[in-house]
């Protein structure tokens, strides 16, 4: 269920912000298999994942299963993200913590 919000806030944010069109990858197999398989779920992650569905099909959106081996650096942010009690964005830099993890993933 984090998964699927963390994906629903992320894709409302970026359609707020005029960062269309959007390719969002998560580590999240199951739940991007769900978003992708476009049926109806009738739980409490089913309403999440019907708002991702409609918001993909309004908008340039697609999503797709990408390992956290091959990402580092969402890892790392995903760390912070439990330590930080406000939402934090970065729009035209990222922290500079994350310079030699980025270089690491380009390098794979």
Same mark, same amino acid.
């Given at each position: 269920?984090?998964?699927? +919000?963390?994906?629903?806030?992320?894709?409302? /944010?970026? #359609?707020?912000?005029?960062?269309? %069109?959007?390719?969002?990858?998560?580590? &999240?197999?199951?739940?991007?298999?769900?978003?992708?398989?476009?049926?109806?779920?009738?739980?409490?992650?089913?309403?999440?994942?019907? +708002?991702?569905?409609?918001?993909?099909?309004? /908008?340039? #959106?697609?999503?797709?299963?990408? %390992?956290?081996?091959?990402?580092?650096? &969402?890892?790392?942010?995903?760390?912070?993200?439990?330590?930080?009690?406000?939402?934090?964005?970065?729009?035209?830099?990222?922290?500079?913590?994350?310079?030699?993890?980025?270089?690491?993933?380009?390098?794979?």
């Amino acid at each position: 269920m984090a998964e699927a +919000v963390a994906i629903s806030r992320g894709l409302h /944010f970026a #359609i707020d912000s005029g960062l269309l %069109p959007v390719v969002l990858e998560s580590d &999240a197999k199951g739940v991007v298999d769900l978003i992708n398989s476009g049926r109806c779920i009738y739980t409490d992650i089913g309403i999440v994942i019907t +708002v991702i569905m409609n918001l993909s099909r309004q /908008f340039t #959106i697609l999503i797709s299963f990408f %390992p956290r081996t091959a990402n580092k650096a &969402a890892y790392a942010l995903a760390k912070l993200a439990l330590l930080t009690v406000e939402d934090c964005f970065w729009l035209e830099s990222y922290p500079p913590y994350l310079d030699f993890i980025l270089l690491d993933d380009c390098s794979h």
